[in-house]
């Protein structure tokens, strides 16, 4: 405890830094003051594509150290740090568009008072009025972009706020916790060399707290060696927990990229879904807590034990119960969002892989403009057989809107909007207006091609937002909030429908703002936490837990960077000779076994990607080039990506009994089933912009990934480059630019910031 001291920064900042121990998070505070200082006084950049500033000094790991008392038994050491994750500085443009806040929701009938501040009642729902929605009609879906200017980063300044932060030491533990042992890499598992065990810190995945079936299926997809990640570790320890008064959980979960994250979300969603079939969790309180005073900070640190959750005082003069779900086709209970539907196909097929025993529902929204092939009159058996196909496949889609009756479904994973639209209806954001403007003809054919909503959301008691970063960023943060504003009301408690980026350098620690207590349980996951986020966080949900890896904000341990100069040339044809230098090494080495890896190259700009492609197509390199507007997109399937993503790991025989101690057999690789081919014959190339640079797991035989355009910021960059070394699996990012002689500044200045990302 005596290690939680605070003491006055002694360089410019004039803030105050938490000391543990031996001081060296006070030294890192001091010396990244300095640097912020030495930034300030330097010329400012005007360049579009000027990088991140200070994005490691506040995500070292070392400031994670922990206090002597918080050592483990073995080697590892687990903690929770009082220093918090302050995140990535914010974009010019989040700080530019500062939008009003919406409040509250309103009674049923509704007063002119709260009419005119734009709320509404629809089919007995209450939501924010069409009008209100008005701006909602610039919704862009799939336009997963991380933040285009970084002018304002050094103004970003550390909050010390006393908001849980929970992380894990990888001190000593580094190589076991991404020792991956993965048999779809064909790598044999080493055998798990784990520390001690101290009680505390699970790393295994045992049951429990893990259930027999879900900790089976997990042997099946990691195999049989495989141990929990730092992420899947700290989720173990705290999404599992089952405290005594109930409250719904907030988390934040944030590691560095191919870390395992959708592991460390799903395995607490699902087992609470199969615990609860039958038995859903009403809303039953708003929970309002009491402020946290400097005691709490120091209790939750000195009892790593005891839950990070401070316990809140329940209102219970605001007890209200979940409204009886009404008749919709489907009624979900646990919705996951992801900014593009080919990661909600990803996701879907990923979580199918891991229910297999415990039987779970699952079915992906990411099916926008498909007619429904369910007919209304399909008999009871008939709906089920279809049923049953769509949600055992891979990646299988559903589209109810002409079916009858409800269909049991467990979970949906889509886009924001997919969500909305089906919990609203179809195009109801064409219906922005209360009231017909004058001469307005087609009123009243827009208003009746509103679809009947098909999702009802009072049964959901789960929300995890995939991707936080993006989507609560300007472009997608209305269709968020409003989502997760329409699961709250139709729980039975409205929320205000908050549009409020905050500014760079706002100090939120001194805001006023509400809480926000959503009535389910809601989780966030992100490999980057820009500024944006972290200060909306610590506004809006001060009670809510952050579980941070160490190597957040890094590079995977296993990716190596590696820089190539233009030659000054055709850049088209550097890039070209660069594949050639990748797959002649490939064939010289070995490593590959006689395959030759694959690559992914992204630029900034739609029409570099078609002129790079055509280009390479020319030369005898067949690749497969995608953009926003590709028509591959559009297809409702994630086909365009094969030989790219991941397959996920299909059903293996029923075994005869899935907690019997007997492992079992490792499923077929995906590999096995290709046969080797070269550039030539079958695309060894993708190339694309940074809409698909999130959340995909893509192939461990995707050994390069080639970034061509200088990237826009650190988020982007590690997003990109994440997309190669997942799992433990190795990868090389190449990175073009022109890196001698006049003009080579720029190349230089990613370079060093670059090398930041690298421990
Ligand atoms: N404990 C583990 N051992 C071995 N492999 C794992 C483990 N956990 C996850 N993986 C594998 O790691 C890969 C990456 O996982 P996942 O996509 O969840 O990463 P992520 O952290 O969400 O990445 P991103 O930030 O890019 O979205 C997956 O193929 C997954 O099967």
Not at 191 to 196: D, R
Not at 539 to 554: A, D, G, I, W
């Amino acid at each position: 405890m005596s290690s939680l001291l605070s003491s006055p920064c002694s360089s410019v900042c004039g803030g105050y830094v938490h000391r543990s121990r031996a001081s060296f998070s006070a030294l890192m505070h001091t010396s990244s003051c300095l640097r912020k200082q030495a930034v300030a006084h330097r010329k400012p950049k005007t360049s579009r594509t000027k990088l991140a500033q200070d994005l490691k000094s506040n995500t070292k790991p070392e400031l994670y150290d922990s206090g002597p008392s918080f050592k483990t038994a073995g080697s590892s050491s687990f903690t929770r740090d009082p220093v918090p994750h302050t995140g990535l500085p914010q974009t010019d443009n989040q700080s530019s568009q500062k939008r009003q806040l919406r409040q509250p929701r309103p009674p049923r009938r509704l007063s002119e008072e709260m009419r005119s501040r734009g709320w509404d009642v629809d089919g007995g729902r209450q939501v924010p009025s069409y009008k209100a929605l008005r701006s909602a009609s610039r919704f862009k879906e799939d336009r997963s972009r991380n933040g285009r200017d970084d002018a304002s980063r050094s103004d970003a300044r550390r909050h010390d706020a006393d908001r849980p932060v929970v992380s894990i030491s990888d001190r000593g533990r580094r190589s076991p916790s991404l020792r991956i042992a993965n048999h779809l890499t064909k790598i044999q598992p080493p055998a798990p060399s784990l520390p001690a065990l101290d009680g505390d810190f699970p790393q295994t995945f045992i049951s429990p707290p893990l259930m027999p079936g879900l900790q089976w299926c997990l042997k099946q997809v990691l195999g049989t060696g495989a141990v929990p990640t730092a992420i899947q570790s700290l989720s173990l320890k705290h999404l599992f927990k089952k405290p005594k008064v109930h409250r719904w959980k907030q988390y934040l979960l944030a590691s560095e990229t191919g870390s395992g994250k959708s592991i460390a979300y799903l395995m607490p969603v699902l087992q609470a879904l199969k615990e609860s079939e039958g038995n859903p969790t009403p809303a039953t309180s708003v929970e309002t807590t009491r402020p946290r005073s400097p005691t709490d900070e120091t209790s939750s640190v000195s009892d790593t034990s005891s839950t990070p959750e401070i316990a809140p005082v329940a209102d219970t003069s605001s007890v209200a119960t979940t409204p009886a779900a009404p008749q919709y086709s489907l009624n979900p209970r646990a919705l996951i969002l992801a900014p593009t539907h080919e990661l909600s196909r990803q996701l879907t097929g990923f979580a199918k892989s891991l229910i297999h025993e415990i039987k779970l529902r699952i079915l992906c929204a990411s099916r926008a403009n498909t007619r429904s092939t369910l007919k209304p009159s399909l008999s009871s058996s008939q709906m089920a057989q279809e049923m049953h196909k769509a949600t055992d496949g891979e990646g299988a889609e559903l589209h109810l809107a002409a079916a009858q009756g409800t269909h049991p479904v467990d979970m949906i994973v889509g886009t924001p909007t997919k969500l909305l639209e089906m919990a609203r209806g179809r195009g109801w954001s064409r219906q922005i207006d209360d009231a017909p403007l004058p001469g307005d003809k087609d009123y009243n054919h827009r208003r009746q091609q509103v679809g009947t909503p098909e999702m009802g959301l009072a049964n959901v008691e789960w929300v995890v937002v995939d991707e936080a970063d993006v989507l609560l960023d300007p472009d997608f943060q209305e269709t968020t909030r409003t989502l997760l504003a329409d699961i709250s009301a139709a729980r039975g408690h409205p929320v205000p429908v908050i549009v409020e980026p905050i500014a760079a350098g706002e100090d939120v620690s001194k805001a006023t703002a509400t809480p926000l207590n959503y009535p389910f349980n809601f989780l966030l996951t992100s490999a980057t936490i820009p500024f944006a986020l972290s200060a909306y966080l610590e506004k809006f949900h001060p009670e809510l837990t952050r579980l941070v890896s160490p190597n957040l904000h890094q590079l995977p341990k296993s990716l190596q960077t590696e820089y190539v100069s233009w030659s000054g040339g055709n850049k088209s044809a550097d890039i070209e000779r660069r594949l050639r230098r990748v797959w002649s090494e490939d064939s010289t080495s070995g490593k590959m076994q006689g395959k030759l890896s694959k690559v992914i190259i992204f630029c900034n700009k739609n029409t570099k990607v078609v002129e790079l492609g055509e280009y390479l197509t020319e030369k005898g390199i067949q690749n497969v080039a995608l953009t926003s507007e590709s028509s591959a997109r559009k297809h409702g399937s994630n086909h365009h990506l094969d030989g790219f993503l991941r397959p996920p790991v299909k059903k293996v025989p029923e075994p005869t009994s899935p907690s019997s101690s007997s492992d079992p057999a490792p499923s077929p690789t995906p590999e096995a089933a290709v046969t080797p081919m070269t550039p030539a014959d079958a695309p060894h190339v993708m190339i694309t912009t940074s809409l698909l640079s999130r959340g995909l797991d893509f192939a461990p035989d995707i050994r390069h990934v080639f970034i061509v355009d200088e990237p826009r910021n650190l988020i982007d960059f590690l997003h990109r480059a994440g997309r190669s070394g997942r799992a433990g699996a190795h990868g090389k990012v190449v990175i073009f630019g022109k890196m001698k002689g006049r003009g080579s500044a720029q190349a230089k200045d990613v370079r060093k910031r670059v090398a930041t990302l690298s421990s």
